[in-house]
C-alpha cells in the first residue's frame, strides 16, 4: 500500500514562488517503483485540471502554466516537486499529486495525495 501525501501548500502574495512535495510512503516497507508523476488542481467551483506532468524525466504543462512551473523528482525517485514561480491569483486551489507506482504487491496501481490548498492573495 502507497501513500501520497502532498505538502507546502500556503498564503503567497501574488508574483511569489511556492515549492510542493508529494512524497510516496510504502507503509510495509516493500520496495516501489515511482513510474508516472502529476500535478492537477482543482479551483472553487471549477473541475480538477492538469497542472503538468513528469514521465521518464521528461516533462509536459498545461498551456496556461506559460513557462512558470516546473516539476522535479528527488534522487531516490519517492518524492515529486512542484516548483512555482510568478504566482497568481488564479493559481488558487487545491493541489493534488497523483501518480502510477509500481510495487512487488500490487503491480502497477495509480494514487492520489490528499491535496494541499495554494492561496495567491494580489
Known amino acids: 500500500q502507497v501513500n501520497l501525501v502532498d505538502t507546502g501548500g500556503g498564503l503567497v502574495q501574488a508574483g511569489e514562488s511556492l515549492t510542493l512535495s508529494c512524497a510516496a510512503v510504502?507503509?510495509?516497507?516493500?520496495?516501489?517503483?515511482?513510474?508516472?508523476g502529476a500535478w492537477y488542481r482543482q479551483a472553487p467551483g471549477k473541475q480538477r485540471e492538469l497542472v503538468g506532468s513528469?514521465?521518464?524525466?521528461?516533462?509536459h504543462f498545461a498551456d496556461y502554466i506559460q513557462g512558470r512551473f516546473s516539476i522535479s523528482l528527488n534522487n531516490h525517485k519517492d518524492t515529486m516537486y512542484l516548483r512555482m514561480n510568478s504566482l497568481r491569483s488564479d493559481d488558487t486551489a487545491v493541489y493534488y499529486c497523483?501518480?502510477?507506482?509500481?510495487?512487488?504487491?500490487?503491480?502497477?496501481?495509480?494514487?492520489w495525495g490528499q491535496g494541499t490548498q495554494v492561496t495567491v492573495s494580489s
Open positions: 497523483n501518480a502510477d507506482i509500481w510495487t512487488p504487491v500490487t503491480g502497477p496501481h495509480n494514487y
Open positions: 513528469i514521465d521518464g524525466g521528461h516533462t
Open positions: 510504502e507503509t510495509s516497507g516493500s520496495i516501489f517503483r515511482w513510474n508516472r
